[in-house]
């Protein structure tokens, strides 16, 4: 009996053990079973790319408009042929900027030249025609004709809003605007540095925004700071400088430095009639001295000018200048200032140097070129 009662003791562990197959153990539903979370991962943030071309003064000499004049029946003026070659550089830019040098007070006031200069106003029509959309009117010119220069000046752009018109307001306007382009907003400030020694009467609505190197540029300083708040970019365009000079003088050095530590993005200089170099402050781009974009001067120095192109871009909250090329440009005439006109320096020729109407060539404009502006910016072809 004892070893039965030990048999079937050994036979019912057996079987319980058995009742126990690791298959027959309850799962959990299948919508109840643990999962792994893939992490999300962040959207690349959007690049924004804004094209910007520039030029500088667009001085308008007694031989110019002479020959807008010969260019059109009765009393209009035509300019265009002279500016033809530029036009898809400035059409094909997101952005195109002009110095506007002499105000626009039209034949009523007196079409006049060197010192004291007056255009027509079918010179405005001409160069929106162009494509240019950007005009600084802040010139050491730019009190030539008196107020009445200038609210003439100021009626003919007001009546074109297709237009970015800075450096010539009525009191009570603020010397920012912004324009926005593929959902980037950039704010030009504009600036002279002297109006030869010249002003408007005290009760005139006008001005025109004058800076105050002296006083550590501070009106300019307040001015990017505001436009800072309402922009992604920042562009000080700044009339400055020696006439004839090929290199920044130290007062440009010195501003060009307060205006990067202020916050400036990108610093456009204009007045020398000659071209000057391009740098970096930091991570503000500045170009001193864009030249003449066209003139009728006399001196070689003063016969190329340059043409600015760089995009702004935009990466979230990471903003940059890029793709930064100076490109010069030759006023070209013959003899007696006859057929003035613009030839990009990627067009011009040993014959074109030979025959211009001032003692030059080909190498002296390259020469001038490769001295002036550092290779990494500079584009001959």
């Known amino acids: 009996m004892k070893h039965f009662r030990i048999f079937i003791s050994l036979l019912m562990i057996c079987l319980l053990f058995a009742g126990c197959h690791p298959s027959d153990v309850a799962e959990p539903p299948k919508d109840e079973q643990p999962t792994q979370q893939t992490p999300e991962v962040p959207e690349p943030p959007v690049e924004k790319r804004v094209s910007f071309f520039g030029v500088g003064d667009n001085l308008i000499h007694n031989c110019v408009y002479w020959q807008a004049d010969?260019?059109?029946?009765?009393?209009?003026?035509?300019?265009?042929?002279?500016?033809?070659?530029?036009?898809?550089?400035?059409?094909?830019?997101?952005?195109?900027?002009?110095?506007?040098?002499?105000?626009?007070?039209?034949?009523?006031?007196?079409v006049s030249s060197y010192p004291m200069f007056n255009s027509p106003q079918e010179l405005g029509r001409d160069m929106l025609d162009l494509g240019f959309d950007v005009f600084s009117l802040a010139t050491n010119h730019a009190f030539d004709k008196g107020e009445r220069g200038v609210a003439n000046t100021y009626a003919y752009f007001q009546e074109h809003p297709e237009a970015t018109c800075i450096g010539m307001y009525k009191k009570g306007e603020e010397n920012v605007k912004v324009l926005e382009k593929e959902g980037m907003k950039i704010a030009f400030v504009n600036y002279t540095f002297h109006t030869n020694g010249l002003s408007l009467p005290a009760d005139s609505e006008y001005y025109v925004p004058v800076a105050d190197y002296k006083d550590q540029c501070a009106k300019i300083v307040a001015d990017i700071k505001k436009a800072d708040q309402v922009a992604d970019f920042v562009v000080c365009c700044v009339h400055w400088g020696d006439e004839g000079a090929t290199q920044p003088n130290q007062i440009q050095k010195e501003s060009a430095q307060i205006m990067a530590d202020a916050g400036c993005d990108v610093i456009v200089g204009t007045h020398s009639h000659t071209i000057q170099p391009v740098e970096y402050i930091d991570d503000t781009l500045v170009i001193y001295s864009l030249g003449n974009f066209i003139s009728a001067q006399n001196k070689p120095v003063n016969m190329m000018g340059g043409a600015i192109k760089f995009e702004f871009v935009l990466k979230g909250e990471e903003k940059s200048i890029e793709n930064v090329k100076f490109e010069p440009l030759i006023n070209q005439y013959e003899g007696r200032f006859s057929n003035i006109r613009i030839i990009p320096f990627r067009e011009y020729t040993e014959a074109?140097?030979?025959?211009?109407?001032v003692d030059v060539s080909y190498s002296y404009f390259k020469n001038l070129a490769e001295e002036t502006v550092a290779e990494e910016f500079l584009n001959l072809e």
Request: no cysteine.
């Open 352 to 357: 074109l140097g030979n025959s211009h109407g």
């Open 70 to 110: 010969s260019n059109a029946p009765g009393s209009e003026y035509d300019f265009l042929p002279m500016y033809e070659k530029m036009r898809t550089d400035i059409e094909s830019a997101d952005i195109a900027y002009i110095n506007q040098e002499t105000v626009l007070g039209g034949t009523e006031i007196g």
